[in-house]
């Protein structure tokens, strides 16, 4: 059974930094897919979590629109730890971020079968 725990969410004003990590234990992070998802700022059924930052099993990066240029994904495939990087963090990145394992895309939308409990992060202005 795969196991996911996050670490590293916290409090920080507007413009600082974290960086989330998660261990994904019995699973293979190369040639899998591996992502961070964050809880939708406007839910919809099937589509509570809207996908961060996705490294596809061939090795591609993909980043939701509102992050691009302030997030970076990467992986540790021998510590099987997936890394998130978050700069100039906004008051609208506040949420609760998951780390999840073998994701695939339909329909243009992230899902994901293994989840983590998820991390809080919190950006005041």
């Known amino acids: 059974q795969v196991e996911i725990e996050e670490s590293g969410g916290g409090s920080v004003q507007a413009g600082g930094s974290l960086r989330l990590s998660c261990v994904i234990s019995?699973?293979?992070?190369?040639?899998?897919?591996v992502s961070w998802f964050r809880q939708a700022p406007k839910p919809v059924p099937g589509k509570q979590r809207e996908?961060?930052?996705?490294?596809?099993?061939?090795?591609?990066?993909t980043y939701g629109d509102s992050v691009k240029g302030r997030f970076t994904v990467s992986g540790d495939n021998v510590k099987k730890i997936l890394y998130l990087q978050m700069t100039n963090l906004q008051p609208e990145d506040t949420s609760m971020y998951y780390c999840?394992?073998?994701?695939?895309?339909?329909?243009?939308?992230?899902?994901?079968?293994?989840w983590g409990q998820g991390t809080q992060v919190t950006v005041s202005s």
């Open positions: 999840a394992a073998a994701c695939w895309n339909t329909g243009g939308h992230w899902y994901a079968n293994y």
């Open positions: 996908a961060v930052a996705v490294i596809d099993a061939d090795g591609s990066i």
């Open positions: 019995r699973y293979t992070l190369s040639g899998h897919c």
